[in-house]
């Protein structure tokens, strides 16, 4: 692999010499999106799918085989948020794409543009094993059902994918039935069209109404969401203006790094100090983001006499969630630097609002999870997951990029687990699915092979999706997966107290083991001495030795449900 930063939001075509693309429709298609900037194609390949997949490793995309539709549905997605390039899933059709759907259901609810590239059985072919309707699954979760028509309108009907997945921030499925997919076609290459994301700039009367609510306010604070992730810089030069702090949702945890005003992620994840300073407000902005039950602890970080502001460039954001005082229709950033420059030509750009002395104190002595006391809840057999994970912060480089599986463990890595930016945390929770994890930390992985990959993930998420550790073996990824291993699916064990846990509780298992019989490297944790392996292992990886993934069987501690299971559950 090598090193690949993020790419822009932009996308048009190649500069390659001129060709002809044939001689069939599914040749063309694979050469198109190759031409329109695809990064990267994960997936399983079938017959109905064969000769696409081919064709886009022929126009130079490289392509990562995948042991589970599911698996290649998520890395693509997890790609995509990395590495600003558009992911592509390729299916065979009907059980293809259904063995997909978990992951394609993330994706559109996390709005990625991704493109999922299936084959459909023929229109004809009403007794088709493979037939369903593929157009109605697929918008049954939020994705936008697309089709290449024939050999006339192939060309058009790819850009036309493309263009919504990138303007609009879809997923979007590329339907092509096998028998259009043989029939013949030429088409003169390269192709090339504009597929740039619009920006949005908003009007100067909501810019002023936005700096009106920032001038009256005392304590401000901006929480910046998915939306907000391109426009980090702009938020904070405003933020510094306006003496307000900066806080992000979950999925945009790193954005403001190494700010000393940066209270990390807003909601059930927060500290008490962060919780206590956000609910403290007397005016939050939300700069793309949702201010939804898990960003706000359903409302209970929003005061009764806070000011409520929300940017987004999508209309039905705002306000979706809970009543806001002003609405501003408007790219992030975009609209960040215009206030910021209005208050610039008004020379008032020294006020001290909530970024006092005492303030930054407190910030900076609590507010990160791993710097607050720990009760050691550690036994002779099982190690305390906090504990662990403030350790494995000290040995693993900075330069990391860290996913998350669902599960009552989550919130140990997500805040005990430090990140260098917003490109170094995958969090792909929308559809809140235990197992996607080992899928997103390969994905992100491909996405930025310059950072040494970490995955935080349980034993029932993690045991779900094994079948893509051999994936991760056969790419020697040097991933280092923790397997928080409670032998139970925890959340529910801590939620359902004093019921029969028959159901989702198991016998201990010997993942080291197993992940040793995949050919990675298993280590069983139950202690912090047994951490000695895993430095020797970290070691090999950063001086760039073929290291191949680190199993962490970490044995943890029953921790009574963590803290912010029942604000999860109160979702359910």
């Given at each position: 692999m090598t090193s690949l930063a993020p790419a822009p939001d932009t996308h048009s075509g190649s500069a390659t010499a001129p060709s002809t693309y044939g001689p069939t429709v599914a040749d063309v298609v694979g050469r198109v999106l190759a031409d329109l900037g695809v990064g990267h194609v994960f997936g399983v390949v079938g017959s109905g799918n064969f000769a696409m997949t081919n064709a886009l490793r022929a126009g130079g995309v490289g392509y990562t085989a995948a042991r589970h539709e599911g698996g290649a549905a998520t890395m693509a997605d997890a790609y995509t948020r990395m590495s600003g390039k558009v992911g592509v899933v390729s299916l065979h059709q009907?059980?293809?794409?259904?063995?997909?759907?978990?992951?394609?259901?993330?994706?559109?609810?996390?709005?990625?543009?991704?493109?999922?590239?299936?084959?459909?059985?023929?229109?004809?072919?009403?007794?088709?094993?493979?037939?369903?309707?593929?157009?109605?699954?697929?918008?049954?979760?939020?994705?936008?059902?697309?089709?290449?028509?024939?050999?006339?309108?192939?060309?058009?009907?790819?850009?036309?994918?493309?263009?919504?997945?990138?303007?609009?921030?879809?997923?979007?499925?590329?339907?092509?039935?096998?028998?259009?997919?043989?029939?013949?076609?030429?088409?003169?290459?390269?192709?090339?069209?504009?597929?740039?994301?619009?920006?949005?700039?908003?009007?100067?009367?909501?810019?002023?109404?936005?700096?009106?609510?920032?001038?009256?306010?005392?304590?401000?604070?901006?929480?910046a969401g998915r939306g907000a992730r391109d426009a980090g810089p702009q938020i904070a030069a405003l933020a510094e203006a306006t003496g307000a702090?900066?806080?992000?949702?979950?999925?945009?945890?790193?954005?403001?790094?190494?700010?000393?005003?940066?209270?990390?992620?807003?909601?059930?994840?927060?500290?008490?100090?962060?919780?206590?300073?956000?609910?403290?407000?007397?005016?939050?902005?939300?700069?793309?983001?949702?201010?939804?039950?898990?960003?706000?602890?359903?409302?209970?970080?929003?005061?009764?006499?806070?000011?409520?502001?929300?940017?987004?460039?999508?209309?039905?954001?705002?306000?979706?969630?809970?009543?806001?005082?002003?609405?501003?229709?408007?790219?992030?950033?975009?609209?960040?630097?215009?206030?910021?420059?209005?208050?610039?030509?008004?020379?008032?750009?020294?006020?001290?609002?909530?970024?006092?002395?005492?303030?930054?104190?407190?910030?900076?002595?609590?507010?990160?999870?791993?710097?607050?006391?720990?009760?050691?809840?550690?036994?002779t057999e099982q190690i305390d997951p906090r504990k662990l994970t403030i350790a494995l912060d000290d040995v693993l480089p900075a330069d990391r990029i860290v996913s998350i599986d669902s599960g009552n463990f989550m919130g140990y890595p997500s805040t005990h687990l430090s990140v260098p930016d917003e490109f170094g945390f995958c969090f792909t929770q929308a559809f809140q699915s235990i197992g996607l994890g080992l899928y997103t930390a390969v994905g992100a992985a491909t996405a930025r092979p310059d950072r040494l990959p970490v995955l935080g993930t349980g034993d029932g998420g993690f045991l779900m999706a094994i079948s893509e550790l051999e994936t991760a073996v056969r790419l020697r990824i040097p991933l280092a997966i923790v397997v928080y291993n409670d032998s139970a699916y925890g959340a529910e064990v801590h939620h359902f107290g004093d019921a029969d846990m028959t159901t989702v509780t198991?016998?201990?298992?010997?993942?080291?083991?197993?992940?040793?019989?995949?050919?990675?490297?298993?280590?069983?944790?139950?202690?912090?001495?047994?951490?000695?392996?895993?430095?020797?292992w970290v070691a090999a990886a950063v001086s760039g030795s073929d290291v191949g993934p680190l199993v962490i069987d970490a044995k943890i501690a029953a921790d009574g449900g963590a803290w912010w299971l029942a604000e999860a559950f109160a979702g359910h």
């Open positions: 009907g059980c293809g794409l259904t063995n997909a759907m978990t992951g394609i259901g993330e994706a559109a609810k996390s709005r990625t543009p991704m493109l999922v590239l299936t084959a459909d059985a023929p229109s004809a072919d009403l007794r088709s094993n493979f037939r369903i309707d593929q157009a109605a699954l697929v918008t049954s979760v939020g994705a936008v059902s697309e089709r290449v028509h024939g050999a006339h309108t192939v060309v058009a009907d790819v850009v036309r994918a493309m263009r919504t997945a990138i303007t609009q921030r879809r997923t979007v499925v590329l339907n092509v039935a096998i028998d259009v997919a043989g029939s013949p076609a030429s088409v003169s290459g390269p192709v090339v069209a504009d597929l740039t994301r619009p920006r949005v700039r908003p009007d100067q009367g909501s810019v002023a109404s936005l700096l009106a609510l920032i001038a009256a306010a005392a304590r401000p604070v901006f929480v702090l900066v806080a992000t949702s979950a999925v945009a945890n790193g954005l403001f790094a190494g700010n000393p005003f940066s209270l990390g992620i807003s909601g059930g994840f927060s500290s008490a100090t962060t919780a206590d300073l956000v609910a403290g407000a007397d005016l939050i902005v939300g700069w793309g983001c949702a201010l939804n039950m898990w960003t706000m602890r359903h409302g209970k970080l929003i005061g009764s006499d806070t000011v409520v502001a929300q940017v987004d460039v999508d209309v039905d954001a705002i306000g979706a969630h809970r009543a806001v005082h002003l609405g501003v229709i408007g790219d992030c950033a975009l609209t960040a630097a215009d206030a910021l420059d209005v208050l610039s030509a008004r020379g008032n750009l020294t006020p001290t609002g909530y970024r006092t002395p005492e303030v930054a104190a407190t910030i900076a002595a609590t507010s990160r999870w791993r710097d607050v006391p720990v009760d050691d809840i550690s036994t198991f016998p201990e298992v010997d993942i080291a083991a197993i992940a040793t019989g995949y050919g990675a490297t298993g280590v069983t944790v139950r202690s912090l001495d047994d951490l000695e392996p895993v430095r020797t």
